[in-house]
């Protein structure tokens, strides 16, 4: 069973504030990753990280950071938050090889901007 | 481009078999994945496919073809708990995973 934890699990908050959003895996996992998914679509790759000091950009990073200091640990900040951002927020890791780099989900984070 | 397609919805009555499939584009191809999503969950793991062929774990299967772009997910023996959108992801030539929007799955009694 898949050892990865999100936090906070639901979010309001108001335009312009700054805001991170926490991961942590247990499982030792060299890569992590996050997803944005709005109901009903696709999940959006934002930020992924081969392992400590590792960050590389997906297709939504331009309004986002992330950084990888230790290896259980993958925060996200929004620098300022907007409507837009409205969402929900998905932390994944997985192994940097064998069980074919299986992603192991947190519970998320839904984000409401004001 | 890049591109997977999956159907919007299905439905099956509980106790049948349902078959979900999923057809891809992408830039190479490093395996493809089923993952099950629950409403307002995250996704979990259901299979794996890297070679043509039928793989099976439990009431779930899941067959590719790599010639034809193509997958299915294989449910039996449909339980209620079974309703749920699945996901299919193709790991593409950079190992990153390109998504399908997913298929809602209603189970009716």
């Known amino acids: 069973e898949a050892d990865i934890y999100q936090t906070p699990r639901y979010l309001v908050i108001g335009t312009g504030k700054k805001i991170t959003l926490e991961c942590s895996q247990t499982m030792g996992h060299d890569k992590m990753y996050w997803y944005q998914q709005d109901p009903g679509m696709e999940l959006h790759l934002i930020h992924y990280s081969y392992g400590v000091n590792s960050t590389e950009k997906g297709d939504l990073s331009s309004e986002s950071t992330v950084s990888r200091i230790r290896t259980e640990h993958f925060p996200l900040t929004l620098e300022s938050a907007r409507p837009s951002h409205t969402s929900q927020y998905l932390c994944?890791?997985?192994?940097?090889?064998?069980?074919?780099?299986?992603?192991?989900f947190g519970p998320g984070t839904r984000l409401l901007v004001l | 481009g890049q591109n997977i397609d999956q159907p919007t919805e299905m439905t099956a009555t509980e106790g049948a078999i349902v078959q979900i499939n999923c057809t891809y584009q992408?830039?190479?191809?490093?395996?493809l994945f089923w993952y099950q999503q629950h409403a307002g969950e995250a996704p979990t793991f259901l299979s794996y496919n890297v070679l043509d062929g039928l793989e099976e774990k439990g009431r779930f299967s899941s067959f590719l073809s790599r010639s034809k772009g193509y997958s299915y997910l294989l449910l039996k023996e449909l339980q209620m708990k079974d309703s749920a959108s699945y996901l299919c992801?193709?790991?593409?030539?950079?190992?990153?995973?390109?998504w399908g929007a997913g298929t809602k799955l209603i189970i009716k009694p």
């Open positions: 992408t830039s190479g191809f490093n395996g």
């Open positions: 992801a193709v790991k593409d030539s950079n190992y990153q995973l390109i």
């Open positions: 994944a890791s997985s192994p940097l090889a064998g069980e074919a780099e299986t992603q192991y």
